[in-house]
């Protein structure tokens, strides 16, 4: 992760891959002009989905010695290329007009736009109510599940999707008392995920089942979790030795996270917990975000099970915020890394999510719906699960 500050000072969180020193030796071949093989040290189905994250940028090879500012120096292969871009305040594209056409016209047509703005107003969605009302917007990047009905109301259009969007409410391992895991199952047992996707994301999604893999991942196991138990939960604290325990729930200090975990919070001192909460702005809560011992961050939707695993909860990764450690997990994962067919990688699947679910590391309550709203003229537009904006076949109607 890496922080990012605006002009005005505020902080927002960028994911980054760790750094790269190079290449092992053979692993890439030029075969022709146009392709190149690649040669693993190890099996790894989530190779191209990752090509594909949202923190993988391609760049033209030129790109670090250009400056390694794609906004000052645009190569491409869009339809539009970047005419401006001024960090919390608004990024302009133009048609391509450099003699080198979108590589997608022969198959798809020309696109129909001829330029695009993108302005940012912030956090507050009142704000892009204003927007809208004022006719100085087509579409919204995101209707934050409050909002929903309320750009419903204003008339807009409203475009939605199931996604694999999530928040975690995790426990760090390696802070007391979280390194017990009874503590980590009477917290688990004293929320009732129904309850946090209602109260917390307005029931706009799907229940979760505390391990982190959902049934739109095509290698998913159906493993049901255990019920609200705040009897149980009790028990064990009284068990650990933390009867008395005053847990702090640390949040980001934004619509999604906050509400889930204020939730979150409810539930547990509805079961007999103590709890407070500690809610953080940006510039600080992104400094120690895989420090905190029982916090929230959410997570964007992966195509892949495995790949999620891959990054959250193999032992010693960088995203790794739960601290979870288990080398009969880390094996297994480095197994089904290795199956392309997800039938038969729902086996190691399987067992992966008991043991992380039983691990009691995470309370994963459920899966986001995204919403964007538009105005009515705007055609073709729709709700990309991992907040993609394809506007190449998005036009303005007459």
Known sequence: MADVTAEDGTVTRQEQTR???????????RVDDHTVALHLSRPDITLIPAFCDYPALIVHRSFDETGADITANPIGTGPWTIVSCDVGVRAVLARREDGHPWWGEAVMGPVYLDGIEYVDYGTDSSA?????????????????????????????KRAEKSTANTVCVRMNVNNPPYDDPKVRR?????????????????????????????????????????????????ALLEEAGRADFEFELISLDDDIVRNTCDATAAQMRDAGLNVTRTVLPGNTFWNNWTGYPFSATEWNMRPLGVQTYALAYRSG???????????????????????PDPDRRRAPMEEMERILQDSGVIIQPYWRNTYRHMTEDVMGLEMHPTYEIHLERVWLAA
């Open 186 to 234: 009477a917290v688990q047992l004293a929320v009732d995920n129904a309850t946090v996707l209602d109260l917390g994301y307005q029931g706009l999604g799907l229940v979760a089942d505390n391990h982190h893999v959902g049934p739109m991942h095509p290698e998913y196991a159906e493993v049901p979790r255990e019920g609200r138990d705040p009897e149980r939960a009790r």
């Open 19 to 29: 750094d790269i020193v190079g290449l092992i030796d053979g692993a890439v071949e």
């Open 317 to 339: 990764e960088t995203w790794n915020e739960t601290g979870f450690s288990d080398p009969r997990f880390d094996a297994l994962l480095a197994e089904a890394l290795a199956i």
């Open 128 to 156: 892009q109510i204003a927007a809208f009302e004022a006719g100085e917007i087509h579409t919204n990047f995101e209707s934050t599940a409050s909002y929903v009905e309320i750009f419903d109301e204003l008339g807009l």
